[in-house]
């Protein structure tokens, strides 16, 4: 830290250097306990600095591993539409449910089913059960679609999807076939698209992976901008108070940003 002194007649200039208090205790050969330190000093270490450029280049390092087997996966993933169907959901119908033709599973994968309505400002509710044709073991799923739309001040508006899925983990190789019971209060009927895949990307998985892997840190990325903002805060240069007691919460914005800047010139300067 550099202090600016100036009088009258002179300016004088000091280059201080932060010592901790258990230094100036071992150099005076001071007995007893000493003074805990108040507060940050203006040229105060930060003791998370360290802490975070060890770990800063560990999580990017991670980070990269990850996405490189997100895109592995991606591109390995067979993706295999196994069974296709066009479907009519006729309101005037009451016996709905509808049986698919037999279809192949092979290997152990997820399967997902995913279907496709032309619903506008209404939604079609499907419940399915994929059932293995040998050993009767059936997986109950359940998807939907819904499309709504319209006009007010603001003009133009919508919401929703005409598509949705579901996604069944580690499905056994064999035969099956589907139960499809559709649902929907519309008095038209509704045409809709049924898809089977085999084996598809689950980017949530990933995704979980890199917010577990980013715990820690964040946390210790927050805690050293949280140490900058009040080193900030506490020195000669801390934004003033507007007269709406926002002084402090300009201090820690302040002190947040330096700490990002800090942060980026130190992965740069590794």
């Known amino acids: 830290m550099l202090s600016r002194e100036k009088s009258a007649t002179e300016v004088n200039w000091t280059h201080c250097i932060y010592v901790p208090g258990e230094e100036i205790k071992t150099a005076f050969k001071i ?15 930060s003791p998370m600095l360290e802490r975070w450029r060890e770990l800063a ?7 990269l591993g990850t996405l490189a087997l997100m895109f592995l996966h991606t591109i390995l993933a067979h993706n295999e539409i196994v069974f296709s169907e066009h479907l009519n959901f006729d309101p005037a119908v009451k016996e709905r449910a509808k049986v698919s033709a037999p279809f192949e599973l092979k290997g152990k994968n997820n399967v997902e089913v995913e279907i496709n309505a032309a619903v506008n400002n209404n939604y079609l509710d499907v419940d399915l059960d994929l059932v293995n044709e040998d050993t009767g073991l059936s997986y109950d799923m359940q998807t939907g679609a819904e499309y709504w739309s319209g006009y007010d001040s603001d003009g133009s508006w919508s919401e929703g ?24 209060s519309s008095s038209t009927p509704i045409e809709y698209d049924v898809k ?15 917010l577990l892997l980013s715990f820690f840190p964040i946390f210790y990325f ?3 901008g949280s140490f900058e903002s009040e080193r900030w805060a506490a020195s000669d240069h801390a934004p003033e108070d507007d007269g709406e007691n926002n002084g402090s919460g300009g201090a820690g914005t302040a002190g947040a940003i330096l700490g990002v800047i800090a942060a980026i010139a130190d992965i740069n300067d590794d």
């Open 196 to 210: 089977v895949k085999r084996g598809v990307t689950v980017y949530s998985n990933f995704l979980f992976a890199f």
């Open 31 to 45: 007995n007893g306990k000493f003074p805990e330190p108040v507060g940050i000093g203006p040229n105060q270490p």
């Open 57 to 63: 280049p560990i999580w990017r390092n991670f980070f």
């Open 161 to 184: 999807s005409r598509s949705g899925s579901d996604l069944e983990p580690n499905v056994p190789a064999g035969k099956y076939h589907l139960v499809i019971t559709p649902s929907s």
């Open 222 to 224: 927050i805690r050293k």
